[in-house]
């Protein structure tokens, strides 16, 4: 015969006979149809932490300590936020098919079928205290808009900068904007997300997180804290927090849970609003050299000799966040030693490079890439770094520099290798001045790699493979991997990231192509024949050593396939 609660609660000695018996009294009495444990809860006889395990312990199920646990967000994202927050559910754990939720009322059956429904798994209902399943809520979504009143106050939407800054300076760290900031850029790091982006749409300023280069939504913010919120971290970068006409570029460097953080921060009016992008600069990046890049060993050894040559051009292409800045200060690092002075014009300036001499740009006093690199050729450099070339003057006066006995790097926006050389045709210089100055032109993205930690062998979808030109030979001795899904990886199955790379080293055929003003085609044509592997090729070869999945490559390279 299954125990009473107040029966259980009085066994684990976190409540009495009488205490239990007074809430019997007031149910029967008051007609009250509220549980018992409820009322001992609000008599203060216990915790709701105590009605939670003996609920657990008297239906035969678990109880689940969510104080003493973190939920990857790719878990949370199983189950609809609001439907976890109207039924006081939270997902804590999958595994093989079966989807562990922690409840507040286990017996909710509704609740668990249409769990089931929306989820296409098996439920296992758990227990925790209510309590403990909105706390932990607010710490995987954000706050609620219960919690954000609670925390704002009196906070309007019509705040003036002098009231946030006046806040700031009365309340400190405990001031209510500067919490919920600061907890957006907490969730940023503890998610090890790259970049944080705050959108004002409509009716809610929407937060999103990207992780492993993939844009994860978080819970919206109401709309009426768009303008503290923005103002907040505009005064945090230094911007001008009256100017919402125009882009704004600023830093934010701070100390946040003992960590110090460096976020590029980037402002840009929309419709609904400022909408702001936050680039969290990872000074883990600086230690990485060539060889952790993801180079296969052929590309290695063929881009380490080319940066040791006395001069012409090499450039790196791709578009953002494909990786370009990383390779280049890896490199940079390989070749900065007491004999070389290297130069470097940035916009921005992102790390800050021990024994490099790095300009910033500054555009507003006119300080702009072409007048830097006339400056720095008259330092007598050996290497010298263009941010960017984005126009025929920046082009010509790094091309003159290569020819000049230079060694210049710069970066491109192609989508692949061949087509750098048309790009630079389509800013008016010369062909022959890009045949003879281009050493070579490295294209590049970023791959998600499968999780080290539930890496499994698995049969690939044939259609996939036939997309990639994998071949039955090539698999032969081969066994493909896919993660499965873990804590780890806040079961998406991939963590981290690496590089895939196309190598286009220049030779007499692709330079008389490049001065008879071929095709993107032809030259690329040219360069496979030359020994280049596209995008998608070292992607296959990645797939094939297991480190990551053909959907993977397919959805970064779909061009080259």
């Known amino acids: 015969m299954r125990k009473f609660l107040g029966e259980i609660l009085t066994e684990m000695e976190v409540t009495t006979d009488l205490e239990v018996n007074a809430a019997l009294a007031k149910q029967r009495d008051d007609n009250d149809t509220r549980p018992i444990g409820e009322i001992l809860v609000e008599m203060k006889a216990c915790q709701p932490e105590h009605v939670a ?133 907490q969730n940023a790091l503890d998610s090890k997300a790259s970049d944080i982006h705050i959108e004002p749409m409509a009716d809610r300023l929407r937060i999103r997180y990207r992780i492993d280069g993939i844009c994860f939504a978080m819970d919206p913010a109401p709309k009426r804290l768009q303008g503290p919120v923005i103002q907040r971290i505009k005064i945090m970068a230094g911007m001008q927090v009256e100017e919402r006409r125009r882009p704004q570029d600023g830093r934010i460097k701070a100390q946040l849970a003992g960590k110090m953080i460096d976020l590029r921060v980037s402002s840009l009016p929309a419709v609904y609003g400022e909408s702001v992008v936050m680039r969290i600069l990872d000074q883990d990046n600086l230690k990485l050299s060539l060889g952790d890049m993801g180079f296969d ?111 210049v790097f710069s970066t491109l926006h192609t989508n692949d290798a061949p087509s750098a050389i048309t790009r630079l045709t389509d800013m008016d210089v010369a062909p022959f001045l890009v045949a003879t100055s281009i050493q070579a032109v490295l294209a590049q993205r970023l791959i998600r790699t499968n999780c080290a930690h539930c890496a499994e062998p698995f049969n690939a979808d044939p259609k996939h493979l036939k997309a990639l030109k994998i071949t039955p030979e090539m698999l032969e001795g081969r066994t493909l991997m896919r993660g499965r899904g873990c804590e780890k990886c806040n079961f998406s199955g991939y963590k981290g990231r690496r590089g895939i790379y196309e190598l286009m080293v220049m030779n007499g055929q692709i330079r008389q192509l490049a001065f008879d003003g071929a095709t993107t085609d032809q030259v690329r044509a040219a360069a496979i024949a030359n020994g280049m592997n596209t995008l998608a090729m070292d992607g296959v070869r990645k797939v094939l050593q297991g480190i990551t999945t053909p959907e993977e490559v397919l959805r970064i390279a779909k061009q080259d396939s």
């Open 297 to 407: 060993p052929t590309d290695y050894k063929r881009f380490s000799d080319l940066i040791r040559r006395p001069n012409g051009i090499i450039l790196v292409t791709g578009p953002t966040g494909s990786g370009k800045t990383t390779t280049l200060y890896a490199t940079l690092n390989e070749l900065n030693t007491s004999d070389r002075k290297i130069i470097t014009a940035e916009d921005p300036v992102e790390y800050m490079l021990d024994g490099i001499n790095q300009c910033q740009v500054r555009h507003r006093i006119g300080l702009d890439f072409p007048r830097i690199l006339r400056a720095m050729l008259r330092q007598a450099p050996n290497v010298i770094l263009v941010g960017e070339i984005r126009d025929h003057e920046t082009a010509n006066i790094a091309i003159n520099a290569a020819l000049t006995g230079h060694l």
């Open 53 to 185: 395990r003996a609920l657990a312990e008297q239906y035969d199920m678990r109880f689940i300590d969510l104080e003493a646990m973190e939920i990857p967000t790719q878990l949370l994202e199983l189950i609809p936020r609001d439907t976890c927050r109207e039924n006081k559910v939270i997902p804590v754990a999958v595994r093989e098919g079966t989807l562990t939720v922690a409840m507040a009322n286990p017996l909710d059956l509704g609740i668990i079928d249409s769990l089931r429904f929306s989820t296409s798994r098996q439920i296992e209902a758990a227990v925790a205290s209510e309590r403990q399943i909105i706390k932990a809520l607010e710490r995987g979504w954000g706050y609620s808009e219960d919690k954000l009143d609670q925390m704002l106050g009196e906070l309007t939407e019509n705040i003036e900068y002098r009231d946030l800054e006046d806040e700031e300076t009365a309340s400190g760290d405990d001031a209510p904007v500067i919490r919920y900031v600061t907890q957006i850029l």
